[in-house]
């Protein structure tokens, strides 16, 4: 089992900038990435962005060039660093854990609560 705890949401103005972190517990495997999704009201729940555990990213068109994700792999920790925060931006962010169970043979994905960002003036 797999907990992810994660932390940094809040409220903040257009333009400004929040760091999200999303810590992982429990039996992590080292084979695993991690991402970020979110989920706006009355909308579909979208990726963000996801790192491997060999550092290689993928970000959304909408994310490009504003947010940067990273993790920490010894804290079994991922950040998504995001900047130039728009109010399209609004939605809850969750913390994503995909990992192969080698016992199992099959992956499994883990889901942290979920964060509230509020982008407004």
């Known amino acids: 089992q797999v907990q992810l705890v994660e932390s940094g949401g809040g409220l903040v103005q257009p333009g400004g900038s929040l760091r999200l972190s999303c810590a992982a517990s429990?039996?992590?495997?080292?084979?695993?990435?991690m991402a970020w999704y979110r989920q706006a009201p009355g909308k579909q729940r979208e990726l963000v962005a996801a790192?491997?555990?060999?550092?290689?990213?993928n970000y959304a068109d909408s994310v490009k060039g504003r947010f940067t994700i990273s993790r920490e792999n010894a804290k079994n920790t991922v950040y998504l660093q995001m900047n130039s925060l728009k109010p399209e931006d609004t939605a809850v962010y969750y913390c994503?854990?995909?990992?192969?169970?080698?016992?199992?043979?099959?992956?499994?994905?883990?889901w942290g609560q979920g964060t509230q960002v509020t982008v407004s003036s």
């Open positions: 994503n854990l995909n990992q192969y169970s080698v016992a199992r043979f099959r992956n499994y994905d883990y």
């Open positions: 429990g039996s992590v495997s080292s084979r695993n990435s």
């Open positions: 790192i491997t555990n060999g550092d290689s990213t």
